[in-house]
């Protein structure tokens, strides 16, 4: 079956802190992997995707995540977190052009 | 610029009445269009795939004849909720896949009470 995990459902970071959110996935064939952050009662914008070719991908906004297959992991991460930071944040998988599989999210809280 | 336009943004209305949700893909032609519902503190889930000029593909355990969707150009998707009750509220998202099919876009969602 396809999915999406992750496992955090709230974290609260201090201003200035690295943060990394953990995603794993279930999906039959090469997943196209996705981030995207969603502000209080608005859409989503995407911060980074992985299709092929170098499992470390950079976003922006500063964030990048690991792709590492044997783990079917999708981390993202930032070394310093800033206060806008705060929102949630949904990864997602994919085969392109078609649906997308979300997880169920993780809240960023972030404490001056 | 924003790729893909929603409208409205907030609507309230009365149990058993009708809402119409619009989505539009403001910088290319769109043959496939995705909604998605979102309930409170949940994540997305896909209701169904809106395909121009044809009917729309809906996930199971969704009622298409309560969720109407109609794609009748290429650049517009309709959702419409169908005497709409309470448990209808929640957060509607439609989504189109750009150009180069590497990067999918999102309205800015729909937030619906049903009072």
């Known amino acids: 079956a396809q999915s999406v995990t992750q496992p955090d459902i709230h974290i609260t970071v201090s201003e200035g802190a690295s943060l990394e959110l953990r995603c794993n996935y279930s999906y039959g064939a090469t997943p196209y992997l996705f981030w995207y952050v969603q502000s209080p009662g608005q859409g989503l914008q995407l911060l980074l995707k992985y299709f092929s070719g170098d499992t470390l991908v950079q976003g922006i906004k500063g964030f990048e995540a690991e792709f590492k297959r044997s783990q079917s992991s999708f981390n993202l991460r930032k070394p310093s977190v800033h206060w806008s930071d705060a929102a949630e944040y949904f990864c997602?998988?994919?085969?392109?052009?078609?649906?997308?599989?979300f997880g169920t999210g993780t809240r960023l809280q972030v404490f001056p | 610029g924003a790729v893909v336009s929603q409208h409205p943004s907030r609507v309230i209305c009365k149990s058993g009445t009708s809402v119409k949700i619009e989505c539009r893909s403001l910088?290319?032609?769109?043959?496939?269009m995705f909604w998605y519902r979102q309930f409170p503190k949940k994540s997305l889930m896909l209701m169904a795939t809106s395909n121009e000029g044809s009917k729309a593909t809906y996930e199971q355990g969704v009622e298409k004849d309560k969720f109407l969707i109609n794609h009748a150009s290429l650049t517009l998707s309709t959702l419409t909720v169908t005497s709409a009750h309470p448990e209808d509220s929640s957060f509607y998202i439609c989504s189109v896949w750009g150009r180069s099919n590497t990067e999918a876009f999102f309205g800015q969602g729909t937030r619906l009470t049903v009072v």
């Open positions: 910088d290319f032609q769109a043959t496939t």
């Open positions: 997602a998988v994919g085969a392109g052009a078609d649906k997308l599989i």
